[in-house]
């Protein structure tokens, strides 16, 4: 059972555009996300994290937002450029654990 | 600062075969995970070591097993190799002050494709 969610596969955008990417989780014992970027054979590299008592975080042209009703969260890149083409990933991690848990990623491309 | 360092980067094998891959932290950082990571299942977690000692497992197989160095450089070893072993092996290193959120930085990770 996944319990961390990103339901697109893939997104495209226009460079200078708001790219958004989306997560959604099921355990409520999570308490702190993450997002990581992954470009091909490299390894993932943190991006931006969020603590469950935040509904937002920003960090330069990074901002994930937190909606812990919805068990959502998001990640918004403004403005995109195309050196941020590559797989990005959402991670949790439950209270009193380091283990973390990840989404299947999703692809994003900005075009030119 | 030098990162998560893994080697080798690429290993072919074959059914039936054992593979052992190496990890060195970042300076500093005393806690090593590993993940694996496939097409159909994304990024799971298969271990973590700290102080020399396991302290948390994923839902693996026996013949994932793994160690650290008192340097904190870690190993991981998969013994008699299956063709779904195949898959992108990742290492990550934090630091570890207890009860505290940190974030893990990865190395590149070791492709392992078993024929």
């Known amino acids: 059972d996944q319990q961390v969610k990103q339901n697109s596969p893939s997104l495209s955008v226009q460079e200078g555009r708001i790219s958004i990417l989306n997560c959604d989780y099921t355990?409520?014992?999570?308490?702190?996300f993450l997002w990581y970027k992954k470009y091909p054979a490299e390894g993932p590299t943190f991006l931006i994290s969020i603590s469950s008592i935040k509904d937002k975080n920003e960090d330069g042209r990074f901002t994930v937002f937190l909606n812990k009703s919805a068990k959502h969260l998001s990640l918004h890149i403004v403005p995109s450029q195309p050196g941020d083409s590559a797989v990005y990933f959402c991670a949790a991690l439950e209270r009193g654990s380091e283990k973390l848990v990840f989404g299947k990623g999703t692809k994003l491309t900005v075009n030119p | 600062k030098a990162g998560v360092t893994q080697t080798p980067r690429y290993l072919i094998k074959t059914r039936g075969q054992q593979v052992t891959l190496s990890c060195s932290p970042i300076?500093?950082?005393?806690?090593v995970s590993w993940y694996q990571q496939t097409p159909g299942q994304g990024l799971q977690f298969l271990f973590e070591?700290?102080?020399?000692?396991?302290?948390n497992k994923g839902n693996f197989p026996g013949r994932f097993s793994g160690r650290q160095f008192s340097n904190s450089r870690s190993e991981m070893n998969v013994s008699t190799l299956e063709l779904g072993d195949s898959a992108l092996y990742l290492c990550?290193?934090?630091?570890?002050?207890?009860?505290?959120?940190?974030?893990?930085?990865f190395g590149a990770g070791t492709r392992l494709s078993v024929l």
């Open positions: 355990n409520s014992m999570f308490d702190y």
């Open positions: 070591y700290f102080s020399e000692t396991q302290r």
């Open positions: 990550a290193s934090r630091t570890v002050p207890r009860g505290s959120k940190n974030i893990q930085y």
């Open positions: 300076s500093g950082h005393r806690s």
